[in-house]
């Protein structure tokens, strides 16, 4: 900073950021990686100056000389408007590992810049708070030849959930004989991808969770599930085999949807089911902007809009103010298009009054399920303030839905999905078998998916984190070919078919010792144990110590 | 004693005897040395395990009746057992060395965990069989003779020995090995024969039956068919091709072990069932191949430009004359110091007076140097050169006639202009000299006559037709609209403002102080009070002093707007400055304040400003507030009117050149028909310019040269080869452009985006900017 530099309020030093990058002049050898990748400029080239005054021991007259020389370094920008994110993508392509940021161990006082122009911060990501109550909850029953035991590794699994409208057998048999019909139910894999739409993500990680998805079904038998997230879907796909393994879903903005429509009669499979989505974990409550700049050809193609207008999705869906309206209209219409062969279930955020969406869809047989998207849940672009502060923890909600099923005497009829935040800490499959325990039918992931199969740096150390700006330096949310490009469709579903594998390796170590197989362990929550008393006492399992 | 024969009966008196006494009773007789035992089992588990006690006799047990579970388990190598009919479960359970022919069919769990011994079964056997079996390479591998078939779950985690199943009479006809056989089986072989709804593909492999293995094979089977008494199945036995062999895949070919590589899942299912481009084949035709994390040409986000004299400098941005300077510089650092000196006469005919000695050199207050506390480059120096500057060759008077009325600074600026186009200029003036208020106002202390004298020979030598002590009339501007082409009114500000006070015929104004004592004709007071207290002011204050002032006080109803050299000339002549003074009334003796206090003077000036006396103009050239209305290219109302100066607005030296050199400019664009090209360049940004690079222990300039080589020359190439040096990819050439130019040029192909060059060039010419999309 030039020393006469005006100061303004904002004038920060490198000190008050989080992120400070710390480099090497020794081991840099200025080749200009590191200034080339920053998705956020935060770096540039300096020229700096370095002097010495050179005298003799003891002052014996010979005046002091002064020796200037200048070199050339890596500087951190101080401007809150280049702020390192930590991304660390410096590190990765620096040779000679002379480069990395590092959080600063100081609080952070860009947070109180981070409204310029009187907007506030928003950003990509999830909560800023790492571990969750789920993380704390363990298995602790533990089959000592009390039931079957079971071998991970050597018994046969058939890890499978419905998904759809469970009739009790007398129900069903009263349907048929007077309507001919009974809701449809798909049997499937529980852990599904949540809805990242095409817009939200690269049109190469979206190809690629797609690609991934169709081997899991087709090369290994595990009916695996992917909602397309609100952004349409691309038509060959609407119009393949592949359709059976997708949700289709549909937001308050409809984008997509006069495709969809037009691609009905084309459909050689129905989709997996309908996703009504009414909120999302990470932002509840309020909508979403997909901004102009990312809107090119192909995502206005795909969307069915012209390119480079921004496309809002308002908070709600604007003809639906209640969870009565939007199944007399929704859910009917919805089950409507495809003869009622496909299940449609709405999704909504984590919140306080799910129970009484849940009521009123335990009296409706087109409703297939309801999805509950719990706090810690992630987003492509939220404002901090939702992403941070709005929201209800996903334990307790679900558990409360499924007691209030059981004490309706309807456990599993209605499928619960959980959603939000599952598997943060790096336990997906541990906190999908708690939620389960607890009363899920299915979980949906999406920022697990996002970590493990595309190697998305974002963490809630407030890494990254810049899915909104377009700029995400993995590819996975940007619709710049030059970023996107980075990620290779193949290999990210090569890794969704491992992290997969490996999930069901992991739920099979966890379920086994409960002595099951081929049922998943829904409600089963006698099995878990917390040693927190509070927590044990809201989700009624185990006190453990 | 081999042949001493012992019955043992599991009943005794009609009562079946516990495992552990039956047991007991067994162990009891051999230690009692019989070598022969018959027993009479009823369902007790574990006979003849564990005999140790003899040895390494032989022991032969034989059972009749109903054996319980685990017949033989933890059986020793000296032990043969014969039951002479089927087992239950768990036969030969951690058998280590013991035979066990089993004249029937055995349960499940059979030979779990054997180690050692040979188990020939004649019949089938339940689920479970041969699994967690091991070889100890101490002792040959076990054996487990199957003349039958084997259950489910057979073999699991299976690390040595071998089975052989003959699948005569199976359980399934269709499937000898059970379903899912061999989950986890590391180690050992399987000889099978006959049909199998497959294995663990992961942990087991048909393997080929070599010549040792069937050797193996042949010779043990004849001893198994006759040690069940079934001799005569070995002929159609030991048929080759009925035979199969299984083995455990070795650790490399489990970690090895392929799915469908993706690659060709994408080939042939996924792009097969939605077209060639895959998933967005229909809609995108461009590449969306993998590309590497640091790319170049059209994939690089962002690319350097050159952006040489895109922005002004600070330097030249804020002269109002509107000289280059940094141009100036960099001639001076070429060593065409006449060309910088004489450049300066392209844009002022007062390059000597004004930058030199009488402009607060507006260009050195914004010098980016000074942002890093270094001295601003001295523009004087150049300026005070200037006065040896060579004239531009004058061409031909071949153009339009153009009357100016005024010769002071902004006139002459002007005429001096239209005159270097080959125009006819004619000025007109009511003093007696030209100049204006800068030859007649301002003292010699600020400038040596001789410097000011100089230059105005010059003008006068480039514009031929000046007419002095016009007083020009109404009906004059009317004539010379007819007369002339264009008018340009340069009058000044000539017309001092006055307080209306009481007493205030007794001062004087600035204007006539200043002029008397630039003249010579006029005396100092002794105690000289000077009313108004900005720059003329300080002026007056300079002079006073100079002809004798004992005391001089400057007084200003706020604090005065006096700066620079003025100010601090009239300081070290001891002026006091006053503020906030109110002046109530001047009296004989002095000035009365408005607080009743009396400064005693015996000389009152008055230097509140001067106005315009417009008293000429007709009527249709609009005025505001006293000043004559212009547009931004100093037109009035009437278009071929003109004015410019101090008429104007009230301003330096400079702004009164520059408004003639711009309104100069209009005029030759009006002639020329032209629409004038508007200067739209803005101010270079002061970070984009490097001041480490200059040295920060220079505190004053000596000389041109040490100016030019310190000049940042901000947004102006210094072409001194920094870019190409700095760039990591080799990316910046240096080209030369015919006759005499040159500019720095990016090979896309090599550039990566990394922006060095913009960080290193001193002069911030160097940019990055968006690359645009290319798709």
């Avoid at chain 1, 090569?494 to 049922?519: N, W, Y």
Wanted: proline share 7%; charged share 20%; with cysteine.
């Amino acid at each position: 900073m030039p020393s006469n530099r005006p100061i303004t309020p904002s004038t920060l030093s490198v000190r008050d950021l989080p992120w400070q990058i710390v480099w090497d002049k020794d081991k840099c050898t200025l080749c200009g990686q590191c200034t080339a990748i920053c998705p956020v400029h935060a770096l540039e080239l300096g020229v700096f100056r370095k002097r010495t005054v050179a005298l003799p021991l003891g002052i014996i007259g010979a005046p002091p000389e002064n020796h200037t020389q200048l070199f050339y370094g890596i500087r951190q920008k101080t401007d809150p408007a280049f702020a390192c994110v930590g991304c660390a993508m410096c590190t990765m392509v620096c040779p000679n590992g002379a480069i990395s940021p590092h959080r600063s161990d100081d609080m952070d006082k860009l947070v109180f810049h981070r409204d310029r122009g009187g907007l506030p911060r928003s950003r990509g990501g999830r909560r800023n708070t790492p571990g969750t109550v789920l993380d704390q909850i363990k298995f602790i029953r533990i089959s000592m030849l009390t039931d079957p035991a079971l071998d991970a590794g050597r018994h046969e699994f058939e890890i499978r959930t419905l998904l759809g409208r469970v009739l009790p057998p007398e129900d069903n048999l009263k349907f048929i004989r007077q309507n001919g019909w009974i809701p449809p139910v798909r049997e499937i894999y529980p852990l599904m991808i949540g809805g990242m739409s095409f817009g939200a993500l690269s049109p190469n990680m979206w190809e690629g969770l797609q690609m991934g998805v169709v081997y899991l079904n087709e090369e290994l038998g595990m009916p695996v599930r992917i909602s397309t997230g609100e952004g349409g879907c691309p038509p060959r796909l609407l119009r393949s085999r592949f359709l059976k393994y997708v949700i289709l879903q549909i937001a308050s903005g409809y984008f997509g949807w006069d495709e969809i429509i037009h691609a009905i009669p084309d459909m050689k499979e129905d989709p997996c089911a309908i996703e009504i989505k009414y909120g999302q974990g990470a932002k509840p409550g309020d909508g979403g902007l997909l901004m102009w700049y990312k809107v090119n050809r192909l995502i206005a193609a795909i969307r069915g809009v012209p390119a480079g207008v921004s496309l809002p999705s308002p908070p709600t869906h604007q003809t639906q103010y209640s969870i009565e309206e939007s199944v007399a209209k929704m859910i009917q219409s919805m089950s409507m298009a495809w003869g009622f062969r496909v299940p449609v279930y709405p999704k909504i955020s984590g919140t306080s009054t799910a129970m009484a969406v849940l009521n009123n869809l335990t009296r409706n047989p087109y409703a297939g399920g309801l999805g509950i998207d719990g706090e810690d849940g992630g987003t492509g672009a939220a404002y901090n303030i939702s992403m941070n502060h709005m929201g209800h923890p996903i334990a307790s909600n679900i558990r409360d839905a499924y007691l209030g099923l059981v004490t309706a005497g309807m456990e599993n009829e209605i499928p619960l999905i959980a959603g939000g935040g599952i598997g943060k800490s790096g336990n997906l499959a541990a906190n999908a078998a708690a939620l389960i325990m607890l009363g899920a039918s299915g979980i949906q992931v999406g920022k697990y998916i996002m970590q493990a199969t595309a190697g998305c740096v974002g963490a809630e150390s407030d890494r990254c984190n810049i899915c909104n700006i377009g700029q995400c330096p993995k590819g996975i949310t940007s619709q710049d070919p030059r970023l996107y490009r980075r990620l290779d469709p193949e290999l990210v579903a090569q890794r969704l078919v491992d992290v997969f594998l490996s999930f069901d390796m992991e739920l099979r170590k966890i379920i086994a010792p409960l002595g099951r197989s081929t049922s998943l362990p829904i409600g089963m929550s006698d099995a878990l144990g917390v040693s927190d008393y509070h927590i044990a006492e809201r989700l009624k399992i185990n006190y453990v110590v | 004693m081999d042949d001493k024969l012992i019955t043992i009966s599991g009943k005794i008196d009609g009562i079946r005897l516990d495992s552990r006494i039956l047991e007991e009773q067994i162990q009891d007789a051999v230690a009692k040395g019989y070598r022969q035992l018959e027993v009479q089992a009823f369902g007790q588990h574990g006979i003849g395990g564990r005999l140790w006690r003899a040895g390494s006799d032989p022991v032969h047990v034989t059972v009749q009746g109903y054996s319980g579970q685990r017949l033989g388990s933890l059986g020793f190598p000296n032990t043969l057992i014969e039951v002479n009919g089927p087992v239950s479960d768990d036969v030969g359970w951690l058998n280590a060395g013991a035979q066990i022919v089993v004249r029937g069919n055995a349960g499940n769990g059979a030979v779990n965990a054997m180690s050692q011994g040979k188990v020939y079964i004649a019949g089938n056997i339940g689920s479970r069989g041969m699994t967690m079996t091991k070889q100890n390479p101490r002792f040959p591998a076990p054996e487990l003779w199957v003349l039958g078939s084997v259950g489910d779950y057979f073999g699991e985690f299976m690390a040595g020995g071998v089975a052989v199943i003959c699948g005569i009479h199976p359980q399934c006809p269709d499937n000898v090995l059970g379903y899912r056989p061999l989950v986890g089986m590391v180690g050992g072989k399987v000889f099978f024969r006959g049909p199998h709804k497959g294995f663990s593909q992961v942990d087991a492999k048909i393997a080929p039956i070599t010549e040792e293995d069937w050797q193996w094979l042949t010779r043990n089977l004849e001893a198994f068919l006759r040690t069940i008494e079934r001799p005569h199945l070995l002929e159609s036995l030991i048929q080759p091709d009925a035979w199969q062999l299984l083995v455990a895949r070795t650790p490399k070919e489990k970690a090895g072990r392929q799915r469908r590589p993706m690659a060709s899942f994408h080939r042939d299912v996924w792009d097969k069932e939605l077209g060639k481009g895959g998933l967005l084949g229909d809609l995108v035709s461009s590449d969306r191949g993998p590309i590497p994390l640091i790319p170049t040409g059209n994939l690089r986000r962002y690319a350097p430009v050159w952006e040489n004299r895109k922005y002004k400098s600070p330097c030249e941005a804020s002269c109002p004359t509107g000289i280059p300077v940094p141009e100036r510089w960099r001639l001076i650092r070429e060593g065409r110091v006449d060309e910088a000196v004489d450049l300066a006469l392209t844009y002022t005919p007062f390059p000597a007076s004004v930058c030199g000695y009488l402009c607060p050199n507006l260009c050195m207050q914004a010098c980016t140097r000074q942002q890093a506390q270094m001295p601003a480059v001295d523009i004087t120096r150049l300026g005070k050169a200037s006065i040896d500057a060579k004239l531009p060759n004058l061409p031909e008077i071949t153009g339009k006639s153009i009357a100016i009325i005024g010769a002071g600074p902004a006139g002459l600026s002007v005429a001096w202009q239209l005159r270097l186009k080959g125009h006819n200029v004619t000025v007109f003036d009511l003093a007696g000299s030209m100049g204006g208020k800068m030859a007649s106002v301002i003292p010699e202390t600020r400038i040596p006559k001789a410097i000011i004298t100089a230059e105005l020979e010059r003008v006068q030598s480039v514009i031929p037709h000046v007419h002095l002590r016009q007083q020009l009339e109404k009906a004059d501007i009317e004539r010379f609209q007819e007369d002339y082409d264009f008018l340009v009114i340069a009058v000044g500000a000539q017309k001092p403002r006055m307080l209306p006070i009481p007493g205030k015929e007794r001062a004087l104004t600035a204007l006539e102080f200043l002029k008397q004592s630039k003249a010579g004709d006029i005396r100092s007071g002794k105690q000289v009070v000077i009313i108004g207290a900005g720059n003329v002011g300080c002026d007056v204050a300079t002079e006073a002093h100079r002809l004798g002032a004992e005391s001089i006080t400057l007084l200003d109803v706020q604090e005065p707007a006096s700066f620079g050299k003025e100010r601090k000339d009239a300081e070290a002549a001891g002026a006091v400055f006053r503020w906030p003074c109110v002046t109530r009334e001047i009296t004989a003796d002095g000035v009365i304040l408005s607080t009743g206090e009396k400064i005693p003077a015996d000389r009152v000036v008055v230097s509140i400003g001067d106005a315009p006396d417009l008293e000429f103009l007709p009527g249709d050239i609009l005025t505001e507030r006293g000043y004559i209305q212009v547009n931004a290219d100093y037109q009035t109302s009437v278009p071929t009117i003109f004015a410019i100066g101090d008429a104007v607005k009230p301003g330096l030296l400079t702004d009164a050149i520059g408004s003639g050199r711009k309104a100069a400019l209009a005029i030759l664009h009006t002639i020329d028909h032209q629409i004038p090209e508007a200067d739209d360049r803005s101010v270079i940004e002061l970070r984009r310019v490097s001041l480490e690079y200059f040295d920060p222990r220079i505190t004053e300039f000596t000389d041109v040269d040490s100016c030019g080589s310190q000049c940042s020359s901000c947004g102006a190439c210094r072409d001194c080869g920094i870019c190409v040096a700095i760039c990591p990819q080799v990316a910046i050439r240096r080209m030369e452009i015919i006759p005499d130019g040159y500019e720095y040029r990016v090979d896309a192909d090599r550039c990566i985006g990394c922006g060095f060059c913009a960080g290193a060039c001193p002069c911030g010419v160097w940019n990055l900017v968006e690359n645009p999309l290319v798709e």
